[in-house]
């Protein structure tokens, strides 16, 4: 007797099933360069015209162990914001617009509805980021993952004329660092926030007092997206440096940017710390070193400006609703110095 694809244990049905919902979410966040249309080989995507010398800029990344809750609570709607964000949010530092994403959603068993929902977010943070979503790969892998798991990962491509790169060259000493604040843990440190708060879905769901919320509504709130705020602003303010502030926290992001001999000292006294991240280090027990190792802190992104552009620089941001403050300087030595 015959042993078939599907016996093996892949649905090519769902697949199909799968894209026929996923195609309104694609389509909708299609821009003027998109060619061509859901279902091809791979996405087209022509170039804007009207930048000199394009200097196209890559980034890549997923969502970690985030990805738990959004299975435990049976809550897919929003992770895909999530995997856009941690690839927009890279490439805006270097001045890139984001032009197009595509995802990899792979999982054990297929269900087209889960999928078509993770898909949503994913378009939902591509109009978020002015991306047009060209593209993708659906995974059946039967054996590989657990029951009701899966994984997401993106990919975004941007695009920024080569005489206005950002690259962190031009910071001197006596530059201010001005943070915009985060929508709150975004999507590093799951692998201890889990331990913390632990997997079970009654505890999650409870009001917790010291929270003062559902534990999993701040778990999954998804990664703020920053790009119309720092692309509007640097259409305005000349901008020395930009950090995404992701695993590694201040400590390992900061450092990323800075020119030799340069670094970075942090007040931490500059803004108040989400409750969220005060409530993980009072149950985790680690110190401020390593809470600015691990998490955001509050702070989603760093901008690097002269000081006399200081004021107009948190004007301009807060203008298109960034909460920001400044919340360092520019310093003779290497690294970040937290005072």
Not at 165 to 177: A, T, Y
Not at 244 to 260: S, W
């Given at each position: 007797?015959?042993?078939?694809?599907?016996?093996?244990?892949v649905?090519v049905?769902?697949?199909?099933?799968?894209?026929?919902?996923?195609?309104e979410?694609?389509?909708?966040?299609?821009t003027?360069?998109?060619?061509?249309?859901?279902?091809?080989?791979?996405?087209?995507?022509q170039?804007?015209?009207?930048?000199?010398?394009p200097?196209?800029?890559?980034?890549?990344d997923?969502?970690?162990?985030?990805l738990?809750?959004?299975?435990?609570?049976?809550?897919?709607?929003?992770?895909?914001?999530?995997?856009?964000?941690?690839?927009?949010?890279?490439?805006?530092?270097?001045?890139?617009?984001p032009?197009?994403?595509?995802?990899?959603?792979?999982?054990?068993?297929?269900?087209p509805?889960?999928?078509?929902?993770?898909?949503?977010?994913?378009a939902?943070?591509?109009k978020?980021a002015?991306?047009?979503?060209?593209?993708g790969?659906?995974?059946?892998?039967?054996?590989?993952?657990?029951?009701?798991d899966?994984?997401?990962a993106g990919?975004?491509?941007?695009?920024?004329?080569?005489?206005?790169?950002?690259?962190?060259s031009?910071?001197?000493?006596?530059?201010?660092?001005?943070g915009?604040?985060?929508s709150?843990?975004h999507?590093?440190?799951?692998?201890?926030?889990?331990?913390?708060?632990?997997?079970?879905?009654?505890?999650?769901?409870?009001?917790?007092?010291?929270?003062?919320a559902?534990?999993?509504?701040?778990?999954?709130?998804?990664?703020?997206?920053?790009?119309?705020s720092?692309?509007?602003?640097?259409?305005?303010?000349?901008?020395?440096?930009?950090?995404?502030i992701?695993?590694?926290?201040?400590?390992?992001?900061?450092?990323?940017i800075l020119?030799?001999?340069?670094?970075?000292e942090?007040?931490?006294?500059?803004?108040?710390?989400?409750?969220?991240f005060?409530v993980l280090?009072?149950?985790?027990?680690?110190?401020?070193?390593?809470?600015?190792?691990?998490f955001?802190?509050?702070?989603?992104?760093?901008?690097?400006?002269?000081?006399?552009?200081?004021?107009?620089?948190?004007?301009?941001?807060?203008?298109?609703g960034?909460?920001?403050?400044?919340?360092?300087?520019?310093?003779?030595?290497?690294?970040?110095?937290?005072?």
């Amino acid at each position: 007797m015959a042993i078939s694809y599907k016996d093996s244990g892949v649905d090519v049905e769902k697949g199909y099933e799968a894209v026929k919902l996923m195609k309104e979410h694609v389509q909708s966040t299609y821009t003027q360069g998109v060619l061509g249309d859901i279902g091809s080989f791979g996405g087209f995507f022509q170039m804007p015209k009207k930048i000199k010398r394009p200097v196209l800029v890559a980034g890549t990344d997923g969502v970690g162990t985030k990805l738990k809750y959004a299975i435990i609570a049976d809550k897919h709607d929003t992770i895909g914001i999530d995997a856009v964000a941690m690839c927009v949010n890279d490439i805006v530092c270097q001045g890139a617009k984001p032009l197009f994403f595509l995802d990899y959603f792979a999982t054990g068993n297929l269900s087209p509805e889960q999928v078509a929902t993770v898909v949503s977010g994913v378009a939902q943070g591509c109009k978020q980021a002015g991306a047009a979503l060209i593209g993708g790969e659906t995974a059946e892998m039967p054996g590989f993952y657990a029951k009701g798991d899966y994984d997401i990962a993106g990919f975004a491509v941007g695009v920024v004329d080569k005489k206005r790169i950002i690259n962190g060259s031009e910071i001197r000493r006596g530059d201010v660092f001005i943070g915009l604040k985060s929508s709150g843990i975004h999507s590093n440190g799951y692998s201890l926030v889990r331990k913390i708060f632990g997997e079970n879905i009654n505890n999650l769901t409870k009001f917790d007092d010291e929270l003062d919320a559902r534990p999993i509504n701040v778990l999954l709130t998804p990664t703020k997206i920053y790009v119309n705020s720092i692309l509007s602003l640097i259409e305005k303010i000349h901008v020395n440096g930009i950090a995404h502030i992701t695993g590694g926290g201040f400590i390992e992001n900061i450092p990323r940017i800075l020119p030799k001999g340069i670094g970075c000292e942090i007040d931490k006294n500059s803004y108040e710390i989400p409750n969220i991240f005060k409530v993980l280090q009072k149950r985790s027990g680690l110190s401020d070193e390593e809470m600015y190792n691990t998490f955001n802190m509050g702070i989603g992104m760093v901008v690097c400006v002269r000081e006399k552009d200081a004021v107009e620089t948190i004007k301009q941001l807060q203008l298109t609703g960034e909460e920001c403050v400044i919340i360092g300087k520019a310093v003779r030595g290497n690294g970040v110095k937290l005072v």
